[in-house]
């Protein structure tokens, strides 16, 4: 296993909606051994929110993981906590594709005890429900909360998001006994140190998890290790016909 | 919950190639009270063997079953045995959305003990194995086995595949102590009764699931009893742009 | 496997007491191709509410087992929700045996996520809770209720007996996330549509599952596909003398 | 809490065969604090093989109980590996009622890592899984063993019964990693001391448990320290009328 | 296997400080045939409240126990309820050791359904759940209580203490449907009949352990039986040099 | 959070044996912005192999943390399978403290399914179990394999090491199913590639987790994130008097 000396990872976000995510938001990660590449999808949904959303994601996700790899990507991340596709990317391509949900789940069960999942929506505790037993970490899972506030009203009022993100931490660490904070959702990328700095000043010494944060310095850090996902879990797809996906980065596989 | 006096069940096979499912295997099923309806997809995978296959029939999946609930059917089965969008389909349809992999292990695990997964190739381990976790079953699953046999050849002698099914099926029950057997194909769909029958020469009375035949019962019992899936679990999509899935049977969503 | 042009169905009812179940209760489940039989015991308790009660019911259940085989019935179904005998009836005859409790149970895992059990007293929670156990459904167990109203009132006052159901199902809902209901009593027998609609009108759109309704279905669906429970999970008995339990039903076995 | 001076345990064998179990087996017990009665059934099976026996088998196992309890006994404790009537005896008393099947499988787990269960005939496998997972202890249930000779061949040659024993816990320690062994049946009552003897000539220091032995002195132990079972999770039957089981014994119920 | 006439127990309170546990505390169980030795620690922590103390306890308590079974004891007892060195000291000695936390998790599952531990400090919870989980008993385990009353606050008023241990213990039972109680703390020595009034009084019938009486009891019992530790878990360690434990009891290990 | 711009980590061997782990083992992973420190006991075992070599290495391995993070390191890594010390390491130092067996099996589940772990002596497969329970990642592990080659055997004979090691590999991976390889021991620091390349001319595409390069990246990743573990999870020790551990390093806690 030969390392590069410098590691170049895919940002894949996977919906159609430019602005949602901007390179400035990842600036903090970057140093002159990381680079940062962004995808956005051509088709698929403008947000993800349900098994729907994804479903109709995954197609142009798994193109676009194909293209990282071509390119040079040393590994790619699903910019999204319902790590949609990541099964059929890691049969696609051979470099490591990471998902923020399962890489924030794992390293919050490894450094604490059980963990919470703070999102926006209480209609994803389903979703998450089932990510958590496919990850095999039932039993390390404290508690789901959802803020509820509408998407716009988040975006206008961050105090007012910042609160009620403490505010569900705070439950679930004193009646769930959680005891390691996620934030469920890619959007809340400036929250991390507010909360915080929240849980502290309510005398809770618990950290909490930016999972883009984590998720690009873990796929750095497997590069440099020169691990990936298991080919013998993850073979890769035979060749076949496939009936309207017919675009260059699939070519390999459909026609 | 008023119940029809006729059950109309829309059996959708996930890929593009036509021929490999005809409504002649389905014919032992119908009852004056009992139609199914048959569709194929216009875009995705010629057969489904991976997750990679699967992501790229779950799209026209979903539109054929909204389709299927506008026409008048009272429930869906999805005709592959890795049950490809089943979450999402129940998101997009009120009418119930069965998988024959989910219904099959169920079955198996109310009426014997532990089930063994009998299927074609040893890859599909993997998510096999994930969905036994997602549907909550892991400890009543005994044994995956697969006879590892090339499609084709499969289909020109079928004596041979009987005799590799019938072997694994004893491996199961000697080795793994499987005490109910689920042919984890869709396309053995003559194969139980040949399995039964070398089983019981062998001194073994396990049962034989058929999954779509059971499932096509099974759904016919839910339309009766008036059950669906729950919209708790399974709330609608809001609307939302979706970019390049503007076909038809989507339209309420994408555009 | 041949399967029957009528379902006969024995709803085998382990108590000794005349008029708590009536045919009149599954008259809307009959077809042209349906039976409905009924049994009652003749040796039992008056009415199944602890282990100590199941345990008197369970030998006279056997015999009427063995009687309704014997009287062609193609399934059977114990009528109580702790599905007493269950195990010991699948030893002593070869058609399919149901109880409302596991049936229930894995068709609200496969139709929703997390299932409420609702029944009448506290008491019963540590059977309902090792019965979860046994079925390997643990995971998908979200909450236990009991209304606690003594029999007698809740038969004079179906009103309130609703009431108080619905009140139970948005608790398990609400705070223990349930999302789909098991009315937790085979005397509830005319509750399901009206903790549907109360569940409706609060805005929760869960399914309520009737177990007698669904189990008839079900059973109807095993004997029409041909599967019964696995003999190898179940062998019969071998022949040996039995004190005190010499009736005609049992004559093979006792003397 | 008064602990008496002399601790009184009752063994119920739960057959109506006579000579079976004799009170010379539990003689090595006896010390001038504890005293071993011993009960017969009038009614039940010969001997019990299956979940048939067995249910036919509790009904009497719960009068014997109760019984015991009024003659001034201290502890009962059930004469059979499948705990039979283990419930509902505790719900029909107030001292503790021990099975050597529960007894065993939590010894074995707190002093070792994996047990195994080795026992008479193959067909207890269901049963025993069931009992083990009810209990609780699935993780800790490393193999199940049956020897397969037939009883009256096991009677006439101890010698290779023993062989037959040791052949079993060796495989089972060897290819199943189990480190504590249990003797699956109380007929067995010799056979701990010829084991442990092979298996460490064998290379093989793993402790083997003699049910009955172990279960004796637990239950001297549980009356030394003033414990009983939970009545919370197991309360009294209420009152009822119960048909055909109107003895002396359950005269405070039946009638 | 022989049994001695004469148990003799040693318990090790794995601390330095002198007074904190007296033999007055365990002369109740005392009688002809058992007797009980108390070790204290000559270097480790003055009191046990987190994995530091423990650590530090443990390299004194193994030497302790190794001084115990040469000396002649029968049985060893860690006194302490996070059962520090329980594995190191079962690889260093043959005779059985047992710990009142994992002896009481078994009996209460054995006894009961789900159980409560109840101790003094909050801070305790993650140290007990992964005992939990290393016992293999997290199903069984309802609900952590800790009453948080400062130590010296705690001997000076035990009706306050009481109080809330019953407080604990009625929060536990009620709102966590917990059946069976264990004290966390071998200090709580007296508290068990206490507790256990003040529940029947509030209409609760559960029972309640106190580790120290049980755990004696259960050591006589498990010495009677001949049944130790399996040796093929907790092989002895093999020799090697060991720098600074030069004490006289390591001999045999160290230099 | 503030990130440093060279991450220190302070590699603490938890034996008192020179010559075992020098620096020249991690040079590969060394860079302009990573410092390695190395660390060995002056009190403990002079190797471990057991929980009894663990319990005597733990106190001096606290000290050792304490003392690296009084001298600025940014991350501790405990260089031993058994992850010895772990949780009271967490407890005495805020810098995040890594085990490399964790640290593997959570990586290893992350990006395959099941895991392997391949070390030297068959006695360790409790403690490795254990510590897969503690570590809540059961239902991933699916083999333990022991290579039983004698130390000095296996330093003398590196080809047969690897030859041996790869052996293993394939029985995990073809008998159990095993889809990720972890060395489970951290002498085995030159293996990796070498049994990588057995795999890979046996036709099994499957990673090989070098646990120490593994863990030095994470520790790395964790650092420039801005996480450590959960003083929740593990609150600082309370002041204390503790005997015999009077060490500069404790002088903070002993007196």
Do not use: W
């Not at 140190?193 to 809770?204: D, S």
């Not at 440099?224 to 980065?249: C, E, N, R, V």
């Amino acid at each position: 296993v030969k390392t590069p000396t410098k590691t170049i990872i895919q940002l894949i976000t996977p919906i159609v909606t430019r602005g949602m995510r901007t390179l400035d938001e990842v600036a903090p990660f970057l140093r002159d051994d990381l680079e940062i590449r962004h995808s956005l999808l051509d088709l698929g949904p403008a947000s993800i929110e349900c098994e729907f959303d994804e479903a109709l994601s995954v197609p142009d996700t798994i193109r676009k993981a194909i293209d990282a790899e071509r390119s040079g990507a040393n590994a790619i991340i699903i910019d999204c906590m319902g790590d949609p596709g990541l099964h059929a990317c890691r049969e696609a391509v051979s470099i490591p594709v990471l998902g923020p949900c399962q890489t924030a789940m794992h390293v919050a069960t490894m450094l604490g005890h059980r963990f919470a999942f703070i999102t926006v929506l209480d209609r994803l505790r389903p979703m998450i429900d089932k990510l958590v037993a496919t990850y095999g970490l039932r039993d390390n899972y404290a508690s789901f909360q959802a803020v509820d506030i509408p998407v716009l009203e988040m975006m206008n009022d961050p105090g007012k998001l910042n609160s009620a993100l403490a505010d569900k931490a705070l439950t679930a660490i004193e009646r769930d006994h959680a005891d390691y904070m996620i934030l469920g959702c890619t959007g809340f990328i400036d929250c991390a140190n507010a909360m915080r700095e929240k849980l502290l000043a309510a005398g809770r010494d618990v950290p909490v998890i930016d999972p883009i944060a984590l998720t690009v310095h873990m796929a750095d850090a497997l590069v440099k290790t020169g691990l990936s996902h298991s080919k013998q879990t993850y073979p890769p797809p035979s060749m076949k016909h496939i009936a309207g996906f017919d675009m260059p980065g699939l070519s390999a596989y459909g026609r």
